[in-house]
């Protein structure tokens, strides 16, 4: 079965305010967790990341919340931009792989002005 | 800013016919990576590389598929006999030195038609 994976396939906001995009992993022994954000015709773009040893992490208008309990990551961001609308794909690496991401289906954002 | 580049943008082949898909990592990266997305699905790990040899791969990584590092720059996808269901956005990325968990830089990615 999928390891990684998406609440919501879409979301839609209001410009200025906040996002909040789910994801679930069913692998326990994961132990770092990336959020990309792709944009049309793009490569992923690394946004955040996060290790197992914590269980938040801020950066500049993002934020990321891991809960191992419930093996749940979410990615907030604030006061959301058009230029915010894009795919949202969390990603996991379990240890003793090399590094290999294992990605969810993504989240389709889509900011209104 | 130091990116990962890939060429070509976009490669158009007919079914059976081999193509080779180039990727120039971050100068400094040892760790190397491929990736793949079929049409409106999520990112798939093909294969990682480090030191010249493959470290691990997935189950997509069949016989047909290849990893070069032929100079110190380059890193090559070969597909030796292209499927219809190999039309998809290959991903090239790369790590930093430790490898494992750290940030991967993603190329812009080549669109591959198989007809």
């Known amino acids: 079965g999928e390891s990684v994976g998406l609440h919501l396939p879409t979301l839609s906001v209001q410009e200025g305010d906040n996002s909040i995009i789910n994801c679930a992993y069913s692998?326990?022994?994961?132990?770092?967790f990336i959020w990309y954000k792709q944009e049309s015709g793009k490569g992923p773009q690394f946004i955040i990341d996060?290790?197992?040893?914590?269980d938040k992490r801020q950066g500049q208008r993002v934020t990321v919340l891991l809960n191992k309990t419930v093996k749940h990551l979410s990615l907030q961001i604030a006061a959301t931009q058009p230029g915010d609308s894009a795919v949202y794909f969390c990603?996991?690496?379990?240890?003793?792989?090399?590094?290999?991401?294992?990605f969810g289906k993504g989240t389709k954002l889509s900011v209104k002005p | 800013e130091p990116e990962v580049t890939q060429t070509p943008s976009h490669q158009v082949t007919q079914m059976g016919q081999e193509v080779i898909l180039r990727c120039v990592p971050i100068?400094?990266?040892?760790?190397f990576y491929w990736y793949r997305q079929i049409l409106g699905q999520k990112v798939e790990f093909l294969v990682s590389?480090?030191?010249?040899?493959?470290?691990?791969k997935s189950e997509i990584f069949d016989d047909q598929f290849s990893v070069e590092r032929p100079d110190g720059s380059n890193f090559t996808l070969k597909i030796r006999s292209t499927k219809l269901e190999d039309s998809a956005m290959y991903f090239c990325?790369?790590?930093?030195?430790?490898?494992?968990?750290?940030?991967?830089?993603f190329g812009p990615g080549t669109r591959l038609t198989v007809l």
């Open positions: 590389f480090y030191n010249n040899e493959i470290s691990e």
């Open positions: 692998n326990s022994a994961s132990d770092y």
């Open positions: 990603a996991e690496n379990y240890g003793g792989s090399q590094g290999n991401l294992i």
């Open positions: 100068s400094n990266h040892l760790y």
């Open positions: 996060i290790r197992s040893n914590m």
């Open positions: 990325a790369s790590t930093k030195t430790s490898g494992g968990a750290y940030e991967q830089f």
